[in-house]
């Protein structure tokens, strides 16, 4: 199975066009779970993932019970990025078959998605006390190379 991001009920359309656009680049699919605060086919998707979008391999699923069931990643292959992870994105061996999961720009995951799953909890580390969080497509793409590192 490929590498992907996956964007948990992304809200902005020009993130996930960002983030599609580096799939491309590195090779990743990427994975879309609904409801999403924009339409798939909104010219902000298109305009920040340039003309590359065409060539994105999307996938989308309805739930994250859907993407569990049909995409079936590994459980050691998942990756939920948090502010609060217990570990750092620089502390995890990333598996050939990696997925980085992101929630929404606003709330990030809901509870009941993160129970049980907390081993799986990753954070990028942030030096400045001023911040809590990174743009989406930023934070995607710095987790996405750093779980490249060995093979670019």
Same mark, same amino acid.
């Given at each position: 199975?490929?590498?992907?991001?996956?964007?948990? +009920?992304? +809200?902005?359309? =020009?993130?996930?066009?960002?983030? =599609?656009?580096?799939?491309?680049? &590195? !090779?990743?699919? &990427?994975?879309?779970?609904?409801? *999403?605060?924009?339409?798939?086919?909104?010219?902000?998707?298109? $305009?920040? =993932? &340039? !003309? *590359?979008?065409? %060539?994105?391999?999307?996938?989308?699923?309805?739930?994250?019970?859907?993407?569990?069931?049909?995409?079936?990643?590994?459980?050691?292959?998942? %990756?939920?990025?948090? +502010?609060?992870?217990?570990?750092?994105? *620089?502390?995890?061996? %990333?598996?050939?078959? %990696? #997925?980085?999961?992101?929630? $929404?720009?606003?709330?990030?995951?809901?509870?009941?998605? /993160?129970?049980?799953?907390?081993? $799986?909890?990753?954070?990028?580390?942030?030096?400045?006390? #001023?911040?809590?969080?990174?743009? /989406?497509?930023?934070?995607?793409?710095?987790?996405? *190379?750093?779980? &490249? $590192? =060995?093979?670019?």
């Amino acid at each position: 199975m490929k590498p992907a991001i996956v964007l948990v +009920e992304p +809200e902005i359309a =020009g993130n996930t066009g960002s983030v =599609g656009r580096t799939c491309v680049a &590195l !090779d990743l699919d &990427l994975c879309l779970i609904r409801p *999403y605060g924009f339409e798939i086919t909104d010219r902000n998707v298109r $305009r920040a =993932g &340039l !003309d *590359y979008w065409k %060539f994105v391999r999307l996938h989308e699923y309805d739930s994250w019970a859907d993407f569990l069931r049909l995409r079936a990643p590994r459980p050691e292959a998942l %990756f939920l990025f948090e +502010e609060f992870g217990a570990r750092s994105v *620089y502390d995890v061996e %990333f598996p050939p078959d %990696f #997925h980085l999961c992101f929630g $929404r720009e606003t709330r990030g995951f809901d509870p009941e998605l /993160l129970r049980g799953r907390e081993d $799986r909890l990753v954070k990028l580390p942030m030096r400045s006390p #001023h911040i809590r969080s990174l743009n /989406l497509a930023n934070a995607a793409t710095a987790a996405a *190379y750093q779980a &490249l $590192r =060995g093979v670019l």
